[in-house]
């Protein structure tokens, strides 16, 4: 009876209701004002329902506020993700209740705004520190002045998104078209899928011409168009030729020469049915016709198809007694690398053409980030040097937004359904390619691609740690881990590619692309990755060593005949001219797998 009593004296805390207009007055964002969720940018419909957030006020959808933050006064209630994980880290530091296994953070009210202010402050205030604090590999202001972006006068550096409002997802510093007004850039990010507005990824620096990279657009089953986003694509497509971004091309226009292709990376078909779901492929009409905008869908599978095939290969090189050559056919592995190939070839050739080109998947994360890093391997010398390799990994995968959480997140969840796919593996397969068919062009070897996917699985280093750089600064990431490209600058001299021969930019203004054969037949099962455990010793680095030995010893043999030649000249009587019309015998290196012992008996005979 006394605890009845007692329980009779506790007043249950009444469960919020939506704003009222004491609270509209404090700025919180009326549900007639919001038509999409500020973290995805997907659009509320009746299954995507409007929440507000009991700490800042925004409107924000199912998936993006299910987070509860449990008040003194008034009880549990519902808060977005960046609240929550303000709050969550000013609980942790200051040492108030948290209770991870509920989700739920104790503050008092007056207390949020004051926390979540200066947690902000001091993750911005961190992050800066340690940029200036020690010398980056990565710094976007200067990569994009490395492509000669001041020159053109068509791009800037947008600083707006420190605060991740422009698209959470997206780096703080990200290359948009200069001359669009803050309210166009805005129209253009809400009608992309996540926000994920096409943003500048590489820029010729001979043709002046971009790739761009974003996500597919909100077009649905009826088509529909955005008027900034036309005149965004304009500003991409015109930008080559310095033409003002005003001037686009209106439908039905004969104005401009410029033409940009768009390469959708998906199947039609895929495309098609995300029209289901809202969204959808560009409708070239839209933006002045096929001899202004050519679409381009590339075909290539999804994670899941991906992951399948991952699957059915590790069980061909797991089998020992089966037919290695014919599981590896099965899997498809082989063929899903042809056809990203092929559609970082086309990228790369029409961008060298002097074509403007956008590359999309649905959400602009996986298949995007594998197409346009290694198109920019075939177009840029210094992207295939080892500095210049982590960088392109750092831009086009670490800070814009690869899930490798989500995607990697251990080396057992490739083989787990959901969301994970070993999508960055596959790339690493596919640069693994170009280095077999180009030796000469690569100043790193087989041994780097190795141990950056052995960086991404063992979760060492806080370089592939969760999805977006938005949520490695909400852990001060970078403050708290070591980076992987620090210990890459540590170990320089073990991913020496011997027979690397930088490009002479004095005899040639641009080096050509690196175009591969790009058919199954031409391609080269990745034994050094998939194979390791067969092999007694570290085959990678066995392999290297050997060729290393093999070409000391062929340099050792040409220095032998040139002191023989030396020799033979003043006895015999011949002239400087005369030994200029000799031809000269051409020694050719032995492939990479001759045994140290056969070099050195060949080079002794």
């Known amino acids: 009876a006394a605890a009845a009593a007692a329980a009779a004296q506790v007043k249950t805390p009444a469960k919020p209701t939506k704003p009222t207009k ?6 919180w964002q009326a549900d007639s004002e919001a038509a999409f969720c500020v973290y995805c ?4 419909t009746f299954l995507r329902r409007r929440h507000h957030c009991r700490h800042c006020g925004t409107v924000v959808c199912d998936h993006c506020s299910q987070y509860r933050i449990e008040l003194t006064d008034v009880g549990k209630v519902r808060t977005c993700v960046r609240c929550y994980h303000s709050m969550h880290d000013a609980a942790t530091g200051s040492g108030e ?5 509920h989700r739920t953070v104790t503050l008092v009210r007056t207390e949020w705004e004051e926390e979540r202010r200066r947690i902000r402050q001091i993750s911005i205030a961190s992050a800066d520190e340690a940029v200036a604090s020690k010398e980056e590999w990565w710094n976007p202001v200067f990569e994009f002045s490395r492509l000669r972006m001041d020159v053109s006068k068509s791009w800037s550096v947008l600083q707006d998104n420190d605060e991740y409002t422009l698209c959470s997802t997206y780096p703080r510093k990200i290359v948009l078209p200069a001359r669009l007004s803050p309210a166009q850039i805005q129209g253009a990010a809400k009608f992309r899928s996540k926000g994920r507005l096409p943003i500048l990824s590489w820029l010729h620096p001979r043709m002046n011409t971009p790739i761009c990279r974003s996500s597919q657009p909100y077009t649905g089953l009826a088509g529909r168009s955005s008027e900034d986003d036309r005149m965004y694509i304009a500003a991409i497509r015109t930008s080559g030729s310095g033409r003002p971004s005003e001037g686009y091309v209106a439908e039905g226009s004969d104005e401009g020469d410029m033409s940009l292709t768009i390469f959708d990376a998906r199947p039609k078909v895929n495309a098609m049915a995300n029209q289901f779901k809202g969204k959808g492929y560009e409708r070239v009409g839209h933006y002045g016709g096929e001899d202004v905008v050519q679409l381009i869908f590339l075909d290539i599978a999804n994670i899941h198809v991906v992951r399948s095939s991952m699957q059915n290969l590790v069980k061909a090189c797991a089998d020992l007694t089966g037919d290695l050559f014919k599981g590896i056919a099965e899997s498809k592995w082989m063929n899903h690398l042809s056809s990203i190939l092929k559609g970082a070839a086309l990228i790369a050739a029409g961008t060298d053409a002097g ?3 956008i590359v999309h998947c649905s959400d602009g994360w996986d298949r995007t980030s594998q197409l346009s890093s290694l198109a920019q391997l075939m177009l840029d010398d210094y992207a295939r040097t080892t500095e210049g390799f982590c960088k392109l990994v750092e831009k ?4 814009v937004g690869h899930q490798f959480e989500r995607r990697c997140g251990g080396f057992e969840k490739v083989f787990e359904q959901g969301d994970s796919s070993p999508i960055f593996i596959q790339w690493l397969d596919t640069v693994y390619q170009l280095l077999v068919q180009f030796p000469h062009h690569f100043e790193f070897g087989e041994s780097l691609l190795i141990d950056v996917a052995d960086a991404v699985y063992s979760e060492w280093f806080g370089t592939f740690l969760y999805d977006s750089e938005y949520i490695r600064d909400l852990h001060v990431v970078r403050q708290t881990t070591f980076s992987f490209w620090e210990f890459i600058k540590s170990n320089q001299a073990k991913y020496k590619n011997i027979l690397f021969v930088p490009a002479d930019h004095e005899v040639h203004s641009y080096p050509a692309p690196l175009i591969p054969a790009c058919e199954t037949v031409s391609l080269r099962f990745w034994d050094g990755l998939f194979r390791r455990s067969s092999y007694p010793e570290v085959h990678h680095v066995r392999r290297d060593t050997e060729l290393e030995q093999v070409v000391l010893s062929q340099q050792r043999y040409i220095q032998a005949l040139e002191q ?11 002239t400087a001219q005369d030994s200029a019309a000799v031809p000269v015998l051409l020694l050719k290196p032995p492939p990479p797998l001759v045994t140290v012992d056969q070099a050195d008996s060949e080079s002794k005979a």
């Not at 209740?97 to 296994?101: G, P, R, S």
């Not at 023989?564 to 009587?573: C, K, N, V």
């Open 22 to 27: 004491k609270d509209l007055k404090k700025g």
């Open 396 to 399: 086009e995968w670490v800070t």
């Open 355 to 357: 074509e403007p080109a």
């Open 97 to 101: 209740l948290f209770a991870d296994k």
């Open 41 to 44: 940018n997907e659009a509320f």
């Open 564 to 574: 023989r030649l030396q020799a033979i000249e003043p006895s015999s009587g011949h």
